[in-house]
Nanobody, 124 residues
């Protein structure tokens, strides 16, 4: 049985840092694209960082250089280290799993499995 569960969200001031975790139970990394998404109030869900089946990481431009997607192989936990946070990073953050081709689309519709989300709020 597969399950995704995010944690680590919270409230920080601009310039601060947070590390999100996603416990990916039952997933074999070499078989799935794993992605981080976020959705701000009134906006569409957007993909921000993807890890393909080869372990390559792809970032959307708005987070490149500030966010780092990593994976603890031993525990099958995904991390999103977020630095230099901005108020516009405020959103609900989700991890998701999909087929390898999903990684290169960054589209939420290409991912079939989702966690429940964790809220990140950045104040100015």
């Amino acid at each position: 049985q597969t399950q995704l569960e995010e944690s680590g969200g919270g409230s920080v001031q601009a310039g601060g840092s947070l590390r999100l975790s996603c416990a990916a139970s039952g997933y074999i990394a070499s078989n799935y694209c794993m992605g981080w998404f976020r959705q701000a109030p009134g906006q569409e869900r957007e993909g921000i960082a993807m890890r393909d089946i080869y372990g390559d990481i792809i970032y959307v431009d708005s987070v490149k250089g500030r966010f780092t997607f990593s994976k603890d192989n031993g525990e099958n936990i995904l991390y999103l280290e977020m630095n230099s946070l901005k108020p516009e990073d405020t959103a609900m953050y989700y991890c998701a799993a999909g087929n390898d081709g999903s990684c290169y689309t960054f589209l939420p519709t290409a991912f079939g499995d989702w966690g429940q989300g964790t809220q990140v709020t950045v104040s100015s």
